[in-house]
């Protein structure tokens, strides 16, 4: 799926096998990294995948899989299904620093705030760390897990690095000892699919779930701080069909002052709005929801706290959203907008193309098999039968002394 962020005054975003950075202040020119051009993987590279004697996975297309963006905005990163791992500096001009190779195919990744570590998850539930000072060096795994990993936060002091995997669990570990858990946030009933400690919060999580809840966590001690349901946020009663459907979060997004939370659902054209209540108990309360004309893909928040969504239209593909007198107004003027929009319609196509796939959730939603019903039906029809059977048979002995009496 396409995704977008920033990195410093550059606006990023992904399409396929691209990634595409646009200056959003001044006039310079786009940066295109295809990883359908880049270096190809070495014959003589380690390939580990078939190591325990399984299928090895299959020839990757090239699409990139995740980005991230540094703490500092300087750096970027991005992994592909060809199992890349590509590093670039944006300042002062886009430079690619290295090309490094991952084990298995990777879900998430993190720059650590000291920027010397490049975190990497992968489907297998792997975490491998990369250094950022040594760009030629191969990975090391850090930690694992027993389930796929599906997102990653960090602490900002970089004591912590926070997982959470299909299984609903998040695991709070040491960084630098990683075999030492700190604690599980535990409370979810579907798989994690979305981390983040708010800025301004050093201990805060929130987590969504394929639950369709969102939760805030006191990480380090696991305790459940707030929790809530997203359909019962909703203004406005859905059908019968929506409303056996939990929404699915997919990602969780916080302005820099640590003000305004947005979160955003797969295939729901609303967003959702929390806010720091600082005169109560500095906790988050749901604000409001906003109504999109069409699909968001995906959203970020820029250094002003604008609210930057990509949506499924070829005609106008972003919005930008301000926070004007308590609402959410759409800033459809910003010659911001106008600029990176020019630059995107070049790239539609091949970003259009990359949304005709499935839900990239549908299949880690577990399913329930209700064996206990299916063995009570069998059980009360072999109790009917063998009833039937007592019935016949007392019957024919009926009917046989009946006959003797006769006689």
């Not at 886009?94 to 490094?100: A, G, H, L």
């Not at 809840?213 to 019962?232: A, V």
């Not at 539609?348 to 959730?361: H, K, N, Q």
């Amino acid at each position: 799926m396409p995704a977008v962020g920033f990195c410093g005054e550059w606006f990023i975003f992904t399409c396929d096998k691209k990634l595409v950075a646009i200056h959003t202040k001044q006039a310079r020119e786009a940066f295109v990294f295809d990883c359908s051009t880049a270096d190809k993987k070495p014959n003589n590279t380690k390939d580990v995948s078939n190591s325990d004697g399984g299928a090895s996975e299959e020839t990757g297309s090239d699409r990139v899989l995740a980005f991230a963006v540094s703490p500092s905005g300087k750096l970027v990163a991005l992994t592909d299904d060809s199992k890349r791992l590509v590093l670039f500096r944006c300042e002062p001009s886009w430079q690619c620093i290295s090309i490094r190779w991952v084990v298995r195919r990777c879900t998430s990744l993190m720059f650590s705030q000291a920027e010397d570590q490049l975190l990497a998850t992968d489907k297998s539930g792997d975490v491998y760390s990369f250094s950022v000072g040594e760009p030629q060096r191969e990975g090391v795994l850090k930690l694992g897990h027993l389930s796929m990993l599906l997102a990653m936060s960090m602490s900002p002091d970089d004591k912590y690095i926070i997982t959470a995997d299909r299984d609903e669990k998040i695991r709070v570990s040491h960084l630098r000892s990683p075999y030492n858990i700190q604690s599980f946030c535990l409370g979810h009933q579907q798989f994690v699919s979305a981390l983040l400690v708010p800025p301004g919060h050093p201990h805060w999580l929130l987590s969504g779930s394929g639950d369709g809840t969102i939760k805030l966590w006191d990480y380090e001690s696991g305790r459940k701080l707030q929790s809530w349901d997203l359909k019962e946020l909703e203004e406005t009663p859905s059908s019968e069909a929506d409303q056996q459907k939990n929404p699915t979060v997919s990602r969780i997004s916080c302005s820099r002052d640590a003000r305004h939370v947005a979160v955003q659902c797969e295939r729901a054209d609303t967003l959702h709005f929390f806010t720091v209540d600082q005169d109560g108990e500095n906790k988050l309360v749901p604000h409001r929801r906003l109504s999109l004309p069409h699909l968001p893909l995906d959203m970020t928040f820029d250094l002003e706290g604008q609210l930057w969504v990509l949506m499924d239209s070829g005609d106008a593909p972003l919005q930008i959203y301000t926070h004007r007198r308590g609402s959410w107004e759409c800033n459809a003027e910003s010659p911001e907008l106008s600029r990176v929009t020019e630059a995107i319609k070049p790239h539609w196509e091949t970003l259009e193309a990359s949304l005709r796939t499935d839900s990239r959730f549908e299949h880690l939603y577990k399913v329930n098999f209700d064996n206990v019903t299916t063995y009570l039906q069998k059980k009360q029809q072999r109790l009917e039968e063998q009833q039937l059977k007592r019935v016949g048979a007392q019957k024919a002995n009926s009917n046989k002394k009946a006959r003797k009496e006769k006689l």
